[in-house]
């Protein structure tokens, strides 16, 4: 028996197709109960293309031939214990970390069964979220110190209640966010500049200085690379993306 058998293409025919996250959950769920390990393999690492290890991939992960929403990161994590697959861990537990309220309440599926964390995987989930947080606040510092620090800006009034504002709006997030992807806060501010109405910018002065911030234009590598600490999770990261 095979992937194939099962509705889903194995080797380079998956990436050539879009899978939804219910298929792959059932076969997942239904290949581990009947020790079809075959199946559960490919399965897997179907799973594994999207809850990568590998940050750019990550970040492009709506390009991915696995089509899920936000909440399957829930039954993601479920998968993940059930399967012994670490590995799906820290990027599944990032994005249920930005679910919000969701995350206690889990979601259902099929319209007869409750997906949700169970009580150890949830405080492992919000804990992390803090950490994530505290990490995100000190990064953020550099923005403020530009802004109060630029001798060159324009409009220091604006400039600074600019700052503060998107502060507050990526700890808290806002329409087009996806915060569980870690994009430079470079991308983040100008995402945030495109939702507000009317359009508020930084000065030409202080943007420069933010284009040339390292900390503000990199990849956040450093919570990327931190993710297992941060969510409880041993694994090696090798290899497997």
Not at 6 to 10: A, E
Not at 152 to 155: N, V
């Given at each position: 028996m095979s992937l194939t058998s099962?509705?889903?293409?194995?080797g380079t025919e998956v990436f050539q197709r879009t899978v939804e996250f219910a298929h792959i959950s059932a076969v997942i769920r239904m290949a581990h109960k009947y020790q079809f390990e075959d199946i559960l393999m490919q399965a897997l690492s179907v799973l594994?293309?999207?809850?990568?290890?590998d940050h750019e991939r990550w970040m492009a992960?709506?390009?991915?031939?696995?089509?899920?929403?936000p909440r399957d990161a829930i039954?993601?994590?479920i998968l993940a214990r059930l399967t012994d697959t670490p590995s799906i861990l820290p990027t599944a537990f990032l994005q249920c970390s930005a679910l919000g309220p969701a995350i206690l309440k889990g979601y259902m599926r099929n319209g007869d069964t409750l997906v949700t964390l169970s009580q150890a995987d949830t405080l492992v989930c919000l804990q992390g979220r803090d950490l994530i947080s505290k990490i995100d606040s000190n990064g953020?510092?550099?923005l403020a110190w530009i802004v109060s620090g630029n001798a060159?800006?324009?409009?220091r009034s604006v400039c600074r209640a600019h700052a503060f504002k998107f502060w507050a709006a990526a700890t808290s997030g806002f329409p087009g966010y996806d915060r569980a992807s870690l994009l430079p806060w470079?991308?983040?501010i100008s995402l945030f500049e495109e939702n507000k109405e009317p359009r508020v910018t930084f000065c030409k002065a202080c943007w420069e200085k933010i284009t040339s911030n390292p900390s503000l234009t990199r990849a956040r590598d450093g919570t990327w690379l931190h993710l297992?600490?941060?969510f409880k999770v041993e694994y090696s990261r090798e290899a497997k993306a």
């Open positions: 099962c509705g889903v293409r194995s594994e293309s999207y809850y990568t290890n992960r709506d390009t991915s031939p696995l089509k899920a929403r039954e993601a994590v953020l510092q550099a060159a800006c324009a409009h470079m991308n983040v297992p600490m941060l």
